[in-house]
C-alpha cells in the first residue's frame, strides 16, 4: 500500500523536512535532479544512441530541479542544453543558485530553440503547485514541445496538469516518463493526468515524512494480495461467507450469473441468487454451485435474508415498482441488522428516485456508481463531479456514511471515515457491459474474506478497495490474453482466483 499526496501535503512535506529535519533546500534539490537524471540514462543505455537533450525551466523551483539535472548530464558527457523560459528576475533563490551554477561549467543556454534538433525534451516549467490555466506564451511553448518528435520526460509532474485531481489546466505536457520525488500525486493518478504521465517513477529524495500531515489516500500494490486474512484450514462452505444476490429479472439472467460467478471467485463459501422463476433454469445450466430462490413474496425474502452474511443488491433487477419494493425490503432490514450491502446498477438507479432510503445507508453499505449515476444519485452535474472526483466520493460517503465506490477509469474509494483508494490496476477492455456486475461479486467476495478478521461494525472501506483492485487486476491478466478489444465482462472471472492464488502473478502496478 502507497500513500498519495495533494500539492498542499507535498508542500507542506518539503517545508517540514526543512525545516524541522533540518535537510537544505539545496540538498533535496539536487537529489531530485540525480534521481531524474538516473531514470534518463536508465533508458538511454537500452536505447544505444546518442542523445541531444533540452531542458525548458520554469523560474520556480521545478526549474531548477530541470538544471541541476541538465548539469549532472551534461557533466556525463551528454549535449544538454537549457531553455530558461521564465523571467530571471523570477527565478526563486534555488533556481537562480541552479542557473549561476549552470552558466560557470557553460552548459548552453538557447533561448529560440530549434525543437526537432532534440531527440529528448524535459518538462521542468511547473510543478505539482500549479492551480491556474496554461495560457499565453506558457501554453504556445508546451504545444511546441509536445509537437516535436522527441522522448518527453516531466519532472514531478507535466506541467498543465492540476496535482490534485489530474485535470488538464488549459494545455499540458504529455509526457513518456515521470520522475516524480517522495509520493505519488493524486493528480498521476487520475485521469488525465495518469495518462499525459506516461511512466511514473517515484523516486526517493529523502523526504521527511510527518504523520500529522499526511492524510488517508492511498493505492493498493500488488504485495497486498499477499496480505488478505488467511482462509482459515479447518473451515466450512458457510465459514467463509454466504453470499445472498438480489439480481437478474426477466431478460436479464447475466448480470445474476456474473456477479454470483464473480462472488465464489473472489472467496465466498456459497452463493444465493434471489431472481424471477424465468432465470432459473439458464443459471442452473451456467452455475449450479448457486443456490436458487425464486418464489415472491415476503417469507421467500426472509428465508434468503436470514440465511445470508452479505447481500448484492440491484444488477439486472429493473426499475419497476415490484423491484423497488424488493430493494427497499432488503435495504431496510439489512440496515436493521447491519449486514454489508453492496448496492449496485438498478438498485442506484432506485435509490436515485428514492433519496429517502440514504437512512438505509451505512459503512455497511458500499455503493457502487459509474459518474452518470453518481449525478442521479447526488443531483451534481456530471462534469462537476468529474472535475474533483475525489472529493465527489469523499462528500457522499460523509453524508450518507456509505462507502463510495466511484468507477471510472481511476475508481475512487472513500471511506466515511475520510479514507481514500485511487485504484491503479485495470484497463480500458474493461468497459464492457457486465463488467460493473462482476465488480459487485467481487466486492461480496471480498467483504466475506474480511469477515473474520474486522470488527462487526466496522466500515468496510478496505474491503471495498480491495475488491476493486483485485477486479481490475483480473481484468490485466484477461487482456493479456484475450486483447482489450476482444475481451468480454465474463473473462474478468476466471482471472480473479490466480490474483488471490499467488499475488507474485501480477506485475502490473
Excluded at 195 to 208: E, H, R, S
Aim: net charge negative; charged share 25%.
Amino acid at each position: 500500500m502507497k500513500e498519495i499526496v495533494t500539492r498542499e501535503e507535498m508542500k507542506a512535506l518539503d517545508r517540514n523536512t526543512i525545516e524541522t529535519a533540518g535537510i537544505p533546500s539545496c540538498v533535496l534539490m539536487e537529489r531530485a535532479a540525480l534521481k531524474t537524471a538516473q531514470e534518463m540514462e536508465d533508458f538511454f543505455a537500452r536505447k544505444g544512441q546518442k542523445e541531444k537533450i533540452l531542458f525548458v525551466c520554469g523560474s520556480g523551483n521545478n526549474g531548477g530541479d530541470g538544471i541541476a539535472a541538465a548539469r549532472i548530464l551534461f557533466l556525463h558527457g551528454y549535449e544538454t542544453e537549457i531553455y530558461p523560459v521564465g523571467k530571471r528576475d523570477h527565478f526563486t533563490e534555488e533556481t537562480e543558485r541552479q542557473f549561476r551554477i549552470a552558466e560557470k561549467y557553460q552548459i548552453p543556454i538557447v533561448n529560440n530553440p530549434k525543437w526537432d534538433e532534440y531527440t529528448t525534451i524535459v518538462d521542468a516549467i511547473f510543478g505539482v503547485g500549479l492551480t491556474r490555466p496554461v495560457e499565453g506564451s506558457w501554453a504556445e511553448v508546451i504545444r511546441h514541445m509536445n509537437q516535436a518528435r522527441a522522448w518527453k520526460v516531466a519532472v514531478d509532474i507535466p506541467s498543465g496538469v492540476d496535482g490534485d485531481t489530474g485535470m488538464e489546466l488549459g494545455t499540458a505536457f504529455r509526457a513518456d516518463l515521470t520522475v516524480t520525488f517522495a509520493f505519488r500525486k493524486a493528480g498521476l493518478c487520475l485521469y488525465p493526468g495518469r495518462m499525459l504521465a506516461g511512466k511514473v517513477v517515484t523516486a526517493d529524495i529523502g523526504v521527511y515524512r510527518e504523520d500529522t500531515i499526511m492524510k488517508r489516500c492511498f493505492c493498493l500494490e500488488k504485495e497486498d494480495f499477499k496480505k488478505l486474512p488467511a482462509r482459515i484450514s479447518y473451515g466450512n462452505k458457510g465459514t467463509f461467507g454466504k453470499v445472498l444476490a438480489v439480481a437478474g429479472s426477466s431478460g436479464m439472467c447475466g448480470a445474476a450469473y456474473l456477479c454470483g460467478a464473480a462472488a465464489f471467485g473472489a472467496g465466498a463459501g456459497m452463493v444465493r441468487i434471489y431472481t424471477s422463476e424465468e432465470n432459473r433454469i439458464p443459471l442452473q445450466m451456467l452455475l449450479p454451485e448457486a443456490i436458487l430462490t425464486c418464489e415472491p413474496g415476503e417469507e421467500a425474502m426472509r428465508k434468503a435474508f436470514d440465511w445470508c452474511d452479505v447481500l448484492i443488491i440491484g444488477p439486472g433487477i429493473g426499475v419497476t415498482e415490484e423491484s423497488a419494493g424488493r430493494v427497499r425490503w432488503f435495504l431496510e432490514n439489512a440496515a436493521e441488522k447491519r449486514k454489508p450491502v453492496i448496492l449496485d446498477a438498478d438498485g442506484l438507479n432506485l435509490l436515485s428516485v428514492h433519496p429517502e432510503w440514504k437512512t438505509f445507508l451505512s459503512g455497511r453499505v458500499i455503493v457502487t456508481p459509474h459518474i452518470m449515476e453518481m449525478s442521479r444519485i447526488t443531483g451534481k452535474k456530471t462534469e462537476d463531479i468529474q472535475k474533483d472526483r475525489i472529493d465527489a466520493a469523499m462528500s457522499y460517503a460523509k453524508e450518507t456514511g456509505a462507502v463510495c465506490v466511484l468507477k471510472d477509469a481511476c475508481t475512487v474509494t472513500a471511506g466515511p471515515e475520510g479514507s481514500v483508494w485511487l485504484n491503479l490496476s485495470g484497463n480500458s477492455g474493461m468497459a464492457t457491459a457486465g463488467s460493473g456486475d462482476v465488480l459487485s461479486g467481487v466486492l461480496a467476495g471480498t467483504a466475506c474474506i474480511y469477515r473474520s478478521v474486522l470488527p462487526p461494525d466496522a466500515d468496510l472501506s478496505l474491503p471495498a478497495a480491495m475488491g476493486v483492485c483485485l477486479h481490475g487486476a483480473a481484468g490485466d491478466l484477461a487482456a493479456e490474453k484475450k486483447g482489450q478489444y476482444g475481451m468480454k465482462a465474463g473473462d474478468i472471472i476466471p482471472e480473479i482466483s490466480y490474483i488471490l492464488k499467488d499475488g507474485e502473478r501480477y506485475e502490473k502496478l
